[in-house]
């Protein structure tokens, strides 16, 4: 597995396929392998990196802090070290948000952005922010990162039919190290894009989980000011790209390629008979999981 930087504090990615780059950058309590559902979609026609943000999987945390927009300066640092002058990018969640900073650090340099139950503030200006920020970061600290995982992955994946779901979750989230998560949820916090939104350039994608944690009309608000499309996948919770592979993955090329995005039809969570035959064997997860 690739490392960028040294030792000490290497930032570690994967890249596959070929052709225009697009970054993968995913969310909290996650990492690069969580990708393994959308690359197989993408690698055939794109050079897809998919990265460790700083302090996750097997990438060291940065000397300065946890910060978005010190995650979105080392990305284009990668970037810079990959001799990728302009890249797509896709966030999900906390990366969305690092993924919008970029797009807003360098505007010239991301033809298209996807952002993936995302906003543009996690200021706590409203209810729903505060519980989502203060309720796990509590449950962390009171009981610790198993528990804090086994009610996450309760809430992303609720249904009797996701068990498996559920339970990659719940092992995924609880091998982060308490320190880190805590941190970057502080770090997302303190974070708005709200008064630069004008610098955006990017060409822009939101894609919205019906049932997520925050409301959807946050999600609309935000399309309307940047006049970018939102495609709400009914019946999906936060964890869309996990949840709706065939809307996400579909939405996503459509995207990329400047084609037609899917019809509202086909935005929709996925069947229980495809969530239980779910598998990341074989797949980028294992390339992550070998480390360097």
């Not at 990492?31 to 690359?39: N, S």
Request: one cysteine or more; charged letters at 20%.
């Amino acid at each position: 597995m690739p490392v960028f930087g040294s030792s000490q504090s290497g930032l570690h990615y994967l890249s596959r396929g070929r052709g225009e780059a697009v970054l993968l950058i995913h969310g909290l309590g996650s990492c690069g392998r969580d990708w393994a559902l959308q690359v197989p979609a993408l690698e055939k026609r794109f050079q897809t990196i998919v990265p460790d943000l700083p302090g996750c999987g097997h990438s060291k945390a940065l000397r300065g802090g946890h910060s978005i927009a010190g995650f979105a300066r080392a990305l284009w640092a990668l970037l810079d070290h990959l001799e990728i002058a302009t890249s797509n990018i896709v966030g999900f969640s906390l990366g969305g948000a690092v993924g919008l900073e970029m797009a807003l650090q360098r505007p010239s340099s991301v033809p298209r952005l996807a952002l993936i139950n995302s906003l543009a503030s996690y200021i706590l200006d409203d209810r729903y922010k505060w519980f989502e920020a203060r309720f796990p970061a509590a449950l962390v600290r009171l009981c610790g990162m198993r528990v804090a995982a086994r009610v996450a992955a309760a809430r992303l994946f609720p249904e009797p039919w996701q068990g498996a779901l559920r339970e990659r979750a719940s092992a995924v989230i609880a091998s982060v190290p308490a320190r880190t998560y805590l941190y970057m949820g502080r770090a997302l916090q303190q974070w708005s894009a709200v008064d630069r939104l004008h610098r955006l350039e990017a060409k822009t994608l939101l894609i919205a989980a019906e049932h997520d944690y925050t409301p959807l009309a946050e999600k609309r608000a935000l399309a309307a000011r940047i006049g970018a499309p939102l495609v709400v996948v009914r019946g999906s919770r936060h964890g869309t790209p996990f949840d709706a592979i065939q809307a996400t993955n579909a939405s996503l090329v459509a995207h990329l390629t400047d084609q037609e995005l899917p019809h509202p039809d086909r935005r929709v969570r996925d069947a229980p008979d495809h969530a239980g035959s779910l598998t990341l064997a074989g797949s980028i997860a294992e390339e992550h999981a070998l480390g360097p």
